[in-house]
């Protein structure tokens, strides 16, 4: 959008980016050392900034980001992919060992998505066709997927958060929720709380998208 409006130049970004950050500026064309930085010991004046935002009720934008991003297979997408969050700090899936099994025995390989850097990522997901993980940060990554993959969220409906359904709406994939409950950590909290999933619902789940 910045190189059609002609200000692909005038790009300021923080001093200090993650490596990620870094690639996926790279793969749009830009080189992250020549761009514009936020000095971190000073102000910086400007005498018009504009601030680019996209959320998901933006699917314009976000069919853009992936399609600039994804990586293209040569072959049609066939992967099913778990996404642990076992590494992470809250949110985790607590019975996963036992609905594991269920999307191991369906096809799927589990991974988790810290473990993987930013080009293998895209790759994955570039021959994902269904995608399935507790709600957590991992589903962000179906923006990377094949337009009609299959995005299956385990998550709290208690605690509605339709971020990854709007995504899937946005990219044109299917969804399910699979019902799960809250566990342990404070109710006032639900953002850090742990979940518990039924292995019938995430069966049914499975059975509902033909495996």
């Known amino acids: 959008m910045l190189k059609e409006l002609g200000i692909a130049d005038c790009l300021v970004l923080p001093d200090r980016r993650s490596a990620v950050m870094d690639d996926t500026l790279r793969r749009l064309g830009w080189n992250p050392?020549?761009?514009?930085?936020?000095?971190?010991?000073?102000?910086?004046v400007a005498e018009r900034l504009t601030l680019l935002v996209t959320d998901r009720f933006r699917p314009d934008?976000?069919?853009?980001?992936?399609?600039?991003?994804?990586?293209?297979?040569?072959?049609?997408?066939?992967?099913?992919?778990?996404?642990?969050?076992?590494?992470?700090e809250r949110r985790r899936l607590v019975n996963e060992d036992e609905v594991w099994p269920l999307f191991r025995d369906a096809g799927f390989e589990r991974v988790r998505m810290e473990d993987l850097s930013f080009p293998e990522q895209l790759a994955l997901m570039g021959r994902t066709a269904m995608l399935a993980a507790p709600h957590g940060a991992g589903l962000t990554n179906q923006i990377f997927c094949p337009e009609g993959a299959t995005v299956i969220e385990m998550a709290d409906?208690?605690?509605p958060n339709p971020n990854f359904y709007a995504t899937a709406c946005a990219m044109r994939h299917d969804y399910a929720i699979v019902e799960a409950e809250s566990v342990g950590g404070s109710p006032s909290k639900p953002v850090e709380r742990d979940l518990y999933v039924a292995p019938r619902r995430v069966a049914a789940a499975l059975e509902a998208a033909g495996l």
């Open 61 to 88: 934008l976000l069919r853009r980001a992936g399609d600039a991003l994804r990586v293209k297979p040569s072959a049609p997408a066939t992967a099913r992919v778990y996404v642990s969050r076992a590494g992470a």
């Open 33 to 44: 050392d020549t761009v514009r930085r936020i000095p971190t010991d000073r102000p910086m």
């Open 157 to 159: 409906p208690g605690f």
